[in-house]
């Protein structure tokens, strides 16, 4: 896991929820934002494994910011979080090119398990 995974979503909370559950599966953090256009800095900043991003946000949502990241690098590995009844996103999302999505609130193994299944 060579450049770890990039936590996006404007709750800071979530942020560090997400964190913690994978910094204690061993898991290395690249980094964080708090918005789709910091997402795409960051994506170019530190190149991450994987991306964990969040679908709604000010500025630049998550699906905005999937297309943009998939436009950077075509293998990108994203994973989106939404909340319930957000069905229409998620589907945009998958569209756009994310290889899962996991629904808030969500539980710690949802996490690991998406995100094991996704780097393979």
């Known amino acids: 896991m060579a450049n770890g995974i990039l936590i996006v979503d404007d ?32 994506y170019k900043e530190c190149n991450p494994e994987l991306v964990i991003m969040d679908i709604t946000m000010p500025e630049v949502d998550g699906i905005q910011a999937v297309k943009e990241i998939k436009n950077i690098n075509p293998s990108a590995k994203i994973i ?7 069905q229409a996103m998620v589907i945009e999302a998958i569209q ?14 949802r996490i690991i398990e998406a995100v094991k299944k996704v780097l393979g």
């Open 11 to 42: 709750a800071a909370f979530m942020r560090m929820m997400i964190k913690d559950v994978l910094s204690k599966n061993g898991f290395l953090i690249a980094g964080e934002a708090e918005n789709g256009a910091r997402a795409v800095e960051k």
């Open 80 to 86: 989106m979080c939404s909340a319930m009844g957000q």
């Open 96 to 109: 756009a090119g994310a290889k899962d999505f996991i629904v808030k609130p969500f539980q710690a193994e």
